[in-house]
């Protein structure tokens, strides 16, 4: 007996990258909540340097 092949429905696609992007946009806010802070003080630093070497 031969499996059965699986149907695509003609909107499964579209789901399915709804909700792919559904959770990058979750690991992104995860990401930025728990990293937020130290990525704008570095920024901040860099900027700060930065503006400070072009002054000379």
Do not use: C
Not at 8 to 37: M, N, W, Y
């Amino acid at each position: 007996m031969e499996p059965v092949p699986v149907r695509s429905e003609p909107a499964q696609g579209l789901v399915e990258f709804g909700l792919l992007l559904a959770l990058v946009a979750v690991v992104a806010i995860a990401g930025l909540l728990v990293f937020g802070t130290t990525v704008s003080d570095l920024i901040s630093t860099l900027s700060h340097t930065v503006s400070l070497n072009l002054s000379l």
